[in-house]
């Protein structure tokens, strides 16, 4: 069974939050083989908590072993030029587009898909150092949720109530499996 791990749940991990007792059951089951844990690299493109962005990847790997997630399979996201790190992304084809721009259109109607068309309506210079974070922050929740279908799907697990909303049901559909939070998915993992 593939279960992916949000950024949220490697910050939950690393600060000691309220859900890291069922994280930490996650990362014993998948030591114990049961199942699958997978972190996306997208990770490394989005904030700390000390509000700071990675370096380079090895930052990113060394973040999550530290946490006890080693040996999860890190997927690559689609490559976007100033946000992915080049070693870590796939070059985009049509359909992986296409499936992007559909969890954008589910997870953020109210965010514009490109980056120039984001700063026209909002009259920034989309050549500005550095993303504005509200796209940015956008663009790596479906950049996460597209790695997670992408390879395969499984259980998503995030606390993110972006993913839980109404939207849960249209994210299904584009393939996404299950959604759970941390403790739901313990709980699902251990009936069955």
Known sequence: MNVTLDTNCIVDIEENGPVTP???????????????LRVIAIGVSERKPDGIYAFDFNEFRERITAIG???????KPICLTGITFHDWCLAA???????ERKIHKVLFPDV???Y?????????????E???????????DVLLMWSHIWYGS????????????????????????????PEETIVRLTIY
């Open 69 to 75: 997630l080693g040996d999860a399979d890190i997927l």
């Open 154 to 181: 499984g259980i998503y697990v995030t606390r993110d109530e972006e993913f839980h909303r109404n939207k849960k049901s249209a994210l299904i559909a584009l393939g996404a499996g299950e959604i759970e939070r």
């Open 93 to 99: 084809g049509v359909h992986m587009v296409d499936l």
């Open 112 to 114: 514009e898909y490109a």
């Open 22 to 36: 069922y994280l930490r059951m996650l990362i014993d089951l998948h030591e114990e083989g049961k199942i699958r």
């Open 130 to 140: 550095g993303v504005d974070w509200r796209w940015m922050k956008a663009k790596c």
């Open 116 to 128: 120039e068309e984001f700063c026209r309506k909002r009259d920034l210079d989309p050549n500005s």
